[in-house]
């Protein structure tokens, strides 16, 4: 195999891929990019069996073949070659010899044909959706999936298909996050658990732009993500969602609108008296037009006062500071609505139009303030 491409479209096709180059494995051809050009393509792949990823470089293909070499090594010589055009060329003994401008590196590559391919996907439907808006979804609700290997379910978010619209779903048994996406074509009502590992990885990889489309394809066991000459395959977790809908009560016995970057502010500020690991929650007390915000640790305490509009009762409720921060930060509204029935019932935090519901549970401060 003999290829030539610019050292820009390497070192992009090489980060892109890399993403699904594990850890740790007990099979070393996985800690390999497969270089495939047999075809007229060259493609680069990498695959750790939960997840795939493939992707076309542009470039000159002179001698047709195909190679697996260390990802490691490979992506760290490609990232430190001069910025002009890379050879790259295989010898008989599977000595792989990369050149630009005086710079050459000879490295031992594996058999191409040992390469775990990506599977070949019978897609049974597919949705489509711009990367700008996969992108900023996965960022509006990934902070709530659970990293605790202990629930497989809560490490990945629900893609629940129905009625034209993708629900987004996280949690992790304190919070939850719900976003709604319209989608353009009708399809099957589905349901897909997909892990978070996966949706972290695309998001870094996809462009953002609004009018770049994603298509998604998924089977009972895998979902397809192509987009920008990229095919991303990914297992999906096995079992039935929570049932949230039940969780999700539209009764409320105090309903409060403030303004979010003030609120979010106030919080973090709070939170400067809290260290790293200790649980003491943000006190919030809602009166007629006031909401007041106390926290106390060992190092001080604060208080602030914030104008609201209020209807329905005073309340009197505590919270981890952290999860409020994490919520807010991700809504874009100006105003937000916060919606509470007692101390010990979730808080919502909804829109008019039923685009986002982020669900937070509150804490028992009395032990805690003492």
């Known amino acids: 195999m003999k290829i030539t491409c610019s050292k820009s479209n390497l070192v992009k096709g090489v980060s892109i891929v890399s993403k699904a180059v594990p850890s740790k494995t007990t099979m070393p051809i996985l800690e390999c990019i497969l270089i495939d050009a047999t075809t007229d393509i060259i493609k680069l792949t990498a695959n750790d069996m939960e997840l795939g990823i493939q992707t076309e470089i542009s470039g000159n293909i002179i001698d047709r073949g195909m190679i697996a070499i260390d ?19 295989t010898l008989d003994n599977l000595q792989t010899v990369i050149t630009c401008e005086k710079a050459k590196f000879d490295i031992a590559g594996k058999p191409g044909d040992e390469f775990a391919y990506l599977p070949i996907i019978e897609k049974e439907d597919s949705i489509e959706v711009s990367q700008f808006t996969l992108k900023e979804v996965i960022r509006q609700t990934i902070f709530s999936i659970s990293d605790s290997e202990s629930n497989k379910l809560m490490t990945g978010e629900l893609f629940d298909i129905s009625d034209n619209i993708l629900k987004v779903v996280s949690l992790d048994g304190h919070r939850i996050s719900i976003r709604k996406v319209p989608l353009k074509k009708s399809v099957a009502d589905r349901k897909l658990v997909v892990p978070g590992k996966t949706l972290i990885e695309i998001s870094k990889i996809l462009s953002g732009e609004a009018e770049n489309v994603v298509s998604i394809s998924y089977t009972k066991n895998h979902i397809v993500f192509e987009f920008d000459n990229t095919i991303v395959v990914s297992r999906l977790i096995e079992g039935e969602y929570f049932r949230i809908d039940q969780m999700l009560s539209n009764d409320y016995e105090t309903k409060v609108r403030i303004n979010k970057k003030e609120l979010l502010n106030c919080i973090d500020r709070a939170t400067l008296l809290v260290k790293e690991g200790d649980k003491k929650p943000i006190i919030i007390n809602i009166g007629d037009e006031l909401m007041e915000l106390k926290i106390k640790s060992q190092i001080g305490s604060m208080n602030e006062e914030i104008m609201i509009t209020k209807e329905g009762k005073d309340i009197l409720i505590g919270f981890n500071p952290k999860f409020f921060i994490d919520a807010l930060r991700v809504i874009d509204e100006e105003e937000v609505s916060l919606y509470m029935v007692n101390p010990k019932a979730p808080c919502f935090i909804k829109d008019d139009e039923g685009k986002f519901i982020y669900l937070i549970l509150p804490v028992n401060f009395n032990a805690a303030t003492n």
Do not use: C, G, H, Q
Request: hydrophobic share 40%; net charge negative; glycine share 0%.
């Open 71 to 89: 990802a490691k090594i490979f992506s760290e010589i490609v990232r430190k070659l001069p910025d002009n055009e890379v050879t790259i060329e």
